[in-house]
């Protein structure tokens, strides 16, 4: 039997001037990118943490803290791969996924559907099971005001206990 679970992801950086901006794991141009110990794809952050929290597996600094070496400029997409393995390790499938990217600038949406497809191919998914949307936030706020960047992320997933 199948039973779904929804899980919610939530992630912010701050930016900084000459950086490298990553996110859904596709390299953006802009004069700023997310302060982090990883590479700061804020996106995949706020996955990771949806699809283990729906599990009830966790969070992203339980399973790769950034008090570790071994993290310490690491491509996101290696860490969603890592929590993917978890997840089939612990029989869960992935429904669906929907991630909002909150930033005044840059402007996502020309690369959404290449972020939608990044994350469709790493986690072997179609395409319509992967959405990806961008807002600002009118100018109010760290994200307004460009000091930041958020993301939110909604998953459901489901438990196989079928062998």
């Given at each position: 039997?199948?039973?779904?679970?929804i899980?919610?992801?939530?992630?912010?950086?701050?930016?900084?001037?000459?950086?490298?901006?990553?996110?859904?794991?596709?390299?953006?141009?802009?004069?700023?990118?997310?302060?982090?110990?990883?590479?700061?794809d804020?996106?995949?952050?706020?996955l990771?943490?949806?699809?283990?929290?729906?599990?009830?597996?966790?969070?992203?600094?339980?399973?790769?803290?950034?008090?570790?070496n071994?993290?310490?400029?690491?491509?996101?997409?290696?860490?969603?791969?890592?929590?993917?393995?978890?997840?089939?390790?612990?029989?869960y499938?992935?429904?669906?996924?929907?991630?909002?990217?909150?930033?005044?600038?840059?402007?996502?949406?020309?690369?959404?559907?290449?972020m939608?497809?990044?994350?469709?191919?790493?986690?072997?998914?179609?395409?319509?099971?992967?959405?990806?949307?961008?807002?600002?936030?009118?100018?109010?706020?760290?994200?307004?005001?460009?000091?930041?960047?958020?993301?939110?992320?909604?998953?459901?997933?489901?438990?196989?206990?079928?062998?």
């Amino acid at each position: 039997m199948n039973i779904p679970r929804i899980g919610h992801g939530y992630d912010v950086h701050a930016l900084q001037e000459g950086l490298r901006l990553v996110l859904c794991g596709v390299e953006i141009e802009h004069t700023k990118g997310c302060i982090a110990h990883s590479d700061g794809d804020v996106a995949i952050h706020s996955l990771c943490d949806a699809l283990l929290g729906a599990a009830a597996l966790g969070d992203i600094g339980y399973h790769f803290p950034d008090t570790s070496n071994e993290f310490e400029n690491i491509d996101s997409m290696i860490l969603l791969n890592k929590v993917a393995s978890i997840l089939r390790e612990n029989k869960y499938i992935i429904g669906n996924i929907d991630i909002t990217i909150i930033a005044q600038k840059p402007k996502v949406n020309p690369f959404i559907l290449e972020m939608r497809g990044r994350i469709a191919s790493e986690l072997n998914l179609q395409l319509d099971q992967v959405s990806v949307k961008a807002t600002t936030t009118e100018k109010l706020g760290f994200t307004g005001r460009e000091e930041g960047i958020a993301s939110e992320a909604v998953v459901l997933i489901y438990k196989n206990d079928i062998a």
